[in-house]
């Protein structure tokens, strides 16, 4: 049997769809609830005596009370700042003992009754409480029947609020924005102000503005520690308890203002402390700097910087791609560095030298470039640039520019304050970053776009700003990480174009994560393998390209690698199965990789009979197109993987489909041998 369900509608576009049905079953009860939040505040709205609510509302005692809760729960939102800021960020930073109890004792005033933290309070800072003598004899303060105590009470049921939004703000915050700042020379001091802040802004707003309104409306824990004295201690709320029981109309009055006081903080706040919260201010606090060109755009930033809520963003059109400009000369810097750590390796380079960093997933590409700017204690650093020895100095004085992933461009700013960012770090004035911003836009072809934010940009302009933004400072040493790894095929030729033009004229050494095969062969003038953080191989594209040192290499670069043991008779045995007849005999048991291109791999339907020596018969696992050839796939009977190369027309004339058994066959002359 079928269950009856409501069927909801939503508007898209300004048309009704159909949305998700609502199972009965959750509707119900979903709507009693509804009806009991709601009940009570259409008492109040039915009950208050309109006609007399300003008469209520302007009597000496309650302007008193307003006052006096006005002051209250603005102290209390001060101290809660104050105090609750610093806690909040060593909570979401510091790793230190006895977190989760000082966690639970932040939340504790949420879930303790209000009269319990009354009686703590005074226990605690009444006068015969365990501070409250102190306080009294060394600064003459008396908290309990002063307003100081109204202000101390609400304070300790409010501060969680605050601590705990803010708390979740900073944790939600990736590391990489505050980090980057810091490469681009902004002390911890600037990054807090300029980045941290900013970013973390909407949770800051959002939790104050709920500790403002808690405490508007405390009312057990100040009757209980601080009293219930007219002018001193007489806050709203309690005012509220005592005109119920001599003017009940006043007391609805009163309590319709505390109502409207709440409703409309929560409508400020727009569900941003609650799930609403994430969605809105993903981009603005922990969203990417660069997006993924899949992800769909939730918020539309307007060229003054307001948000547009659901509007989809409009199809990016197609722009001439301004012809960059190569990069100015700049200082020249050698580098020196001894790793230790995790990554155990030296590395030297002459000024200019641009080196792909690659290596399996794992290797360590990040501990190095982590290292190299400080920021890990997993790998040191003995780093000297040039004359420079900066193994010691913190990450934003040594001159080492880093551009991570995502780029991490920080969503608050435009492109051109990204830009000025490590110029305004570095001291010079604000006209003065903005132009020199400007030109180095110019330079990398996106200088039309310097009035825009991030979350405007499309992924290969974010990149190039990204680059302009590690530039710009004039760094000694430039870190890339994987600088290209987010953009599309087309893009991704077009930045790695700009990236060329100005590596050329970078005058540092400039290390480049890279997966990708033809960012490494065609950025770089060395190629660092590394494996388990050490150096497998440090050498130019061509000599890695012709002698890869080990099977990932080789085919990371989309060359057959084939590991084995040379025996006497000019053969190979393959650790895979297998043997493999080799041109060039090696002493017998030594180790060796054969390095075959796919170009030197041949198929056929039958078995090909003359010259070639190695044979194998094996089934097409997979076809993909590579440029004007194609790339074959093929799993061998003998066990070995090959890769081969041919042209659509041989794929054609052979018929070849995926399943397709064929063999393949390489001529031992074609086999590069690799000792190992
Ligand atoms: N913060 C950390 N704490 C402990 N181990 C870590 C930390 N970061 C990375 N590792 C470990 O250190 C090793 C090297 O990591 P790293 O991120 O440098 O590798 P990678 O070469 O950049 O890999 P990938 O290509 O996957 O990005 C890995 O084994 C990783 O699990």
Request: charged residues 15%; glycine residues 10%; hydrophobic residues 45%.
């Amino acid at each position: 049997m079928s269950h009856p369900r409501i069927r909801r509608t939503r508007r898209i576009g300004g048309a009704r769809t159909p949305g998700p049905r609502t199972p009965v079953l959750l509707a119900v009860p979903a709507l009693v609830a509804v009806a009991f939040l709601l009940v009570p505040l259409l008492g109040i709205l039915t009950r208050t005596a309109w006609g007399e609510l300003g008469a209520h509302l302007s009597t000496p005692g309650v302007t008193e009370a307003l006052r006096l809760s006005l002051y209250v729960s603005f102290g209390a939102l001060g101290l809660s700042v104050v105090l609750g800021v610093p806690l909040a960020w060593l909570l979401a930073r510091v790793r230190f003992p006895g977190k989760a109890f000082v966690r639970s004792l932040v939340l504790l005033p949420m879930v303790l009754p209000p009269t319990v933290g009354g009686v703590a309070l005074l226990l605690g800072f009444g006068r015969r409480g365990l501070l409250g003598p102190w306080l009294e004899s060394t600064f003459g303060v008396t908290l309990p029947f002063h307003a100081s105590g109204a202000v101390v009470a609400a304070t300790f049921v409010a501060m969680p609020f605050l601590v705990i939004s803010l708390e979740g703000a900073l944790a939600g915050l990736r590391p990489a924005y505050e980090e980057t700042a810091a490469s681009l020379g902004a002390s911890p001091v600037r990054v807090f102000f300029t980045v941290t802040l900013p970013m973390v802004a909407p949770g800051l707003a959002a939790g104050a503005a709920l500790t403002w309104a808690r405490a508007l409306g405390e009312f057990g824990a100040t009757i209980t520690f601080a009293g219930n004295l007219p002018g001193s201690t007489q806050t709203l709320p309690l005012q509220v308890y005592l005109l119920l029981q001599d003017e009940p109309e006043a007391a609805t009055s009163v309590s319709l203002l505390l109502l409207a006081i709440a409703m409309a903080v929560l409508v400020a706040l727009r569900g941003r402390w609650t799930g609403g919260a994430n969605d809105h201010t993903q981009r603005g606090s922990s969203g990417i700097g660069i997006r993924s060109r899949k992800e769909p755009a939730e918020h539309v930033v307007a060229p003054d910087g307001a948000t547009a809520p659901g509007r989809p963003e409009p199809k990016p059109e197609p722009e001439p791609e301004p012809e960059p400009q190569p990069a100015v000369t700049r200082q020249l810097v050698p580098l020196h560095a001894g790793i230790t750590g995790f990554n155990h390796l030296t590395l030297d380079a002459d000024p200019g030298t641009t080196i792909a960093v690659v290596g399996p997933n794992g290797a360590g590409k990040t501990t190095l470039l982590r290292a190299l700017l400080g920021l890990t204690p997993r790998s040191h650093a003995a780093l000297r640039l040039g004359d420079v020895d900066v193994s010691a100095l913190p990450p934003h004085r040594r001159g080492v520019a880093w551009v991570p992933q995502d780029g991490a461009l920080f969503p608050h700013l435009s492109a051109l304050s990204n830009t000025a960012y490590g110029l305004r770090a570095q001291g010079a004035s604000r006209a003065e970053a903005r132009r020199a911003a400007r030109a180095w836009l110019d330079r990398l072809g996106v200088g039309h776009l310097a009035h825009r934010r991030p979350a405007q940009l499309s992924g290969g302009q974010a990149q190039r700003v990204a680059l302009a933004r590690a530039l710009a400072p004039d760094p000694r040493l430039l870190l890339l990480d994987e600088p290209l790894a987010a953009l599309d095929q087309t893009t991704r030729a077009q930045v790695r174009h700009t990236l060329r033009a100005h590596l050329s004229g970078f005058g540092g050494v400039c290390l480049i994560v890279t997966h990708d095969p033809v960012e490494a062969v065609s950025l770089a003038d060395r190629v660092l393998v590394l494996e388990d953080g050490r150096t497998l191989q440090d050498a130019p594209p061509a000599e890695v390209t012709r002698h890869p040192r080990s099977p990932w290499v080789a085919r990371m670069l989309g060359r057959n690698a084939l590991a084995g043991t040379a025996t006497s008779d000019s053969t190979l045995t393959l650790a895979d199965g297998g043997r493999l007849v080799i041109a060039d005999p090696l002493d017998a048991g030594s180790t060796a990789l054969a390095i075959i291109a796919p170009e030197a791999v041949s198929l056929h339907r039958t078995h090909p009979e003359g010259s070639p020596r190695n044979v194998w018969s094996g089934t097409v696992r997979e076809i993909t197109s590579l440029g004007s050839r194609l790339r074959v796939l093929l799993a061998t009977d003998q066990g070995p993987g090959l890769v081969a190369e041919i042209t659509p027309q041989a794929a054609a004339d052979l018929g070849l489909a995926d399943g397709t058994s064929v063999y393949a066959s390489v001529k031992a002359t074609e086999i590069t041998l690799v000792r190992t």
